[in-house]
T-cell receptor
Framework: DTAVSQTPKYLVTQMGNDKSIKCEQNLGHDTMYWYKQDSKKFLKIMFSYNNKELIINETVPNRFSPKSPDKAHLNLHINSLELGDSAVYFC????????????FGDGTRLSIL | SQQGEEDPQALSIQEGENATMNCSYKTSINNLQWYRQNSGRGLVHLILIRSNEREKHSGRLRVTLDTSKKSSSLLITASRAADTASYFCATHSGAGSYQLTFGKGTKLSVIP
């Protein structure tokens, strides 16, 4: 009955590979997010989808492509992985009204060899 | 873009003591939120304070907001070892905004 679930929890892969991270929320929220947390714990927003529509697209390389097949899912595909992509990626969701908190998954730790 | 800045970056206290963390931000906000992150886990929402509120309590948590100084503080009273975590402030810029902007966090260690 996890509210926001991400898979996989750990992802170890070689430079140049393509990988995907999946996220699902069962809270009935209309907005989902991807964040990147670096080694210094700084959390930076990457993308946001509201009702399957891309709302926020921060300065992220084109190698990162989010896909939202429905309101409950937001997946992240990464092409041609680079060493600098090593980080923890968090999915989050909320209902977009003022004063609504975001709910986070437990993160996917991506390590590039 | 970076909005909140927490202070201190790291804080170590004895169990039973109070812990105070501060957050400063740069632009006007609709509300400010505090989150906790345990090691290896996602962020968990703790408390939200609206821009027209000055103080809010939730259990052992007390949050203050000073919009004139663009700052907030989080006080954890009677700390426990289980409070050991990183604490982040996040600002919400306006009604209908989809975005929270997070600070860099304060790493709190509570020593039993």
């Amino acid at each position: 009955d996890t509210a926001v679930s991400q898979t996989p929890k750990y992802l170890v892969t070689q430079m140049g590979n393509d990988k995907s991270i999946k996220c699902e929320q069962n809270l009935g929220h209309d907005t989902m997010y991807w964040y990147k947390q670096d080694s210094k714990k700084f959390l930076k927003i990457m993308f946001s989808y509201n009702n399957k529509e891309l709302i926020i697209n921060e300065t992220v390389p084109n190698r990162f492509s989010p896909k939202s097949p429905d309101k409950a899912h937001l997946n992240l595909h990464i092409n041609s992985l680079e060493l600098g992509d090593s980080a923890v990626y968090f999915c989050a969701s909320c209902r977009v009204r003022s004063n609504q908190p975001q709910h986070f998954g437990d993160g996917t730790r991506l390590s590039i060899l | 873009s970076q909005q909140g800045e927490e202070d201190p970056q790291a804080l170590s206290i004895q169990e039973g003591e109070n812990a105070t963390m501060n957050c400063s931000y740069k632009t006007s906000i609709n509300n400010l939120q505090w989150y906790r992150q345990n090691s290896g886990r996602g962020l968990v929402h703790l408390i939200l304070i609206r821009s027209n509120e000055r103080e809010k309590h939730s259990g052992r948590l007390r949050v203050t907001l000073d919009t004139s100084k663009k700052s907030s503080s989080l006080l954890i009273t009677a700390s426990r070892a289980a409070d050991t975590a990183s604490y982040f402030c996040a600002t919400h810029s306006g009604a209908g905004s989809y975005q929270l902007t997070f600070g860099k966090g304060t790493k709190l260690s509570v020593i039993p």
